[in-house]
């Protein structure tokens, strides 16, 4: 079977009624993988980080390089990918059936150590962003692969058996009648599917806020003041946790343009949780190792898998 070429995925990413199942993302990560091996793209070790990688595409892409790639959780061969995706899809079923932590499930427990939810996920988020990172003009493409990163967390947060949508609330101005700030939130979870929909106008008690990005890279200070706005304009507690793919990007690091530079920002990480407050929860599908060697970062910030299999039935148990 042929692959399909870079200009049909490329397609496929700006097509905006795509990517409605996860089934969508599979096939369109599948097809990638795919056309890597057959194409041969060169590849491109980092002199700095040795576990990166990029890929570099042929002269009828003018040579484009794709954003750094974690060999640590990015399948490289489709085979792989593929038999990592169907066990994923098995953990999925497993949360749906159970509704609460499957850390003490044998099966589930072996797949947490392994880290393959983080590697399925990333792998396929990278995927789109590769695509992306192919197209003339970057910005036909970035705003788009954000956008897919957020449907990717809500279908997967759907596929557990949670309501899960993004929504816009209009927030009272307390002490100022008739006075209403419009307010975009990415997700709004909850185990309640009763009273979940986009055009509530409020947020209920039994409902968490979710801010999916990425990367945090000039966004984590709107996230720490969404927390502290909607609990102000609200009068009371709103849980608000944050999703972000990776915080790392290209950097040239001597004679060599493809060195690793982390974007995240510890100093204004911890500034924002003393000033203003902390948030509910902070996940990395690719965590930087800072996040686990300094003790700080490591009580507020955990990785992907730990959410989706323990951390979000806590987080929605009011709502059960």
């Not at 570099?56 to 040579?63: F, I």
């Not at 789109?128 to 493409?141: A, E, R, T, V």
Request: charged letters at 25%.
């Amino acid at each position: 079977m042929n692959p399909d070429s870079l200009s049909d995925l490329q397609a496929s990413v700006q097509d905006r009624s795509a990517f409605t199942r996860l089934d969508d993302y599979f096939t369109l990560c599948d097809a990638f993988l795919n056309l890597m091996e057959q194409t041969q793209l060169t590849r491109i070790v980092s002199p700095t980080h040795r576990n990166y990688i990029f890929y570099q595409y042929a002269a009828e892409h003018s040579y484009k390089i794709t954003r750094p790639l974690n060999t640590n959780l990015f399948f490289e061969r489709a085979d792989v990918f593929r038999i990592a995706f169907e066990r994923f899809a098995d953990i999925l079923a497993i949360l749906r059936k159970q509704q609460r932590s499957v850390l003490d499930h044998d099966p589930a427990q072996r797949h947490f150590q392994s880290g393959e939810i983080n590697k399925v996920v990333y792998t396929i988020q990278q995927s789109i962003g590769s695509i992306g990172d192919s197209f003339d003009n970057p910005n036909q493409s970035r705003k788009r692969v954000g956008q897919l990163f957020e449907s990717l967390i809500k279908l997967i947060i759907q596929e557990v058996g949670l309501a899960c949508e993004p929504r816009t609330i209009n927030l009272p101005i307390p002490g100022n009648p008739g006075y209403r700030m419009s307010y975009e939130l990415d997700l709004v979870f909850s185990r309640n599917k009763a009273i979940i929909a986009s055009e509530v106008s409020y947020i209920t008690p039994t409902e968490v806020v979710g801010s999916v990005k990425t990367t945090s890279k000039d966004r984590i200070d709107k996230i720490f003041l969404d927390k502290y706005l909607l609990t102000k304009l609200l009068e009371r507690d709103i849980p608000v946790i944050a999703i972000f793919l990776h915080d790392v990007q290209r950097a040239r690091r001597g004679n060599s343009i493809f060195g690793i530079n982390s974007t995240f920002k510890t100093n204004h990480f911890l500034g924002y949780t003393v000033a203003l407050n902390r948030l509910d929860g902070v996940y990395y599908v690719d965590p930087r190792p800072e996040m686990t060697a300094n003790l700080q970062l490591r009580e507020q910030i955990s990785d992907f898998q730990t959410f989706l299999m323990h951390d979000l039935w806590s987080l929605s148990r009011t709502g059960s």
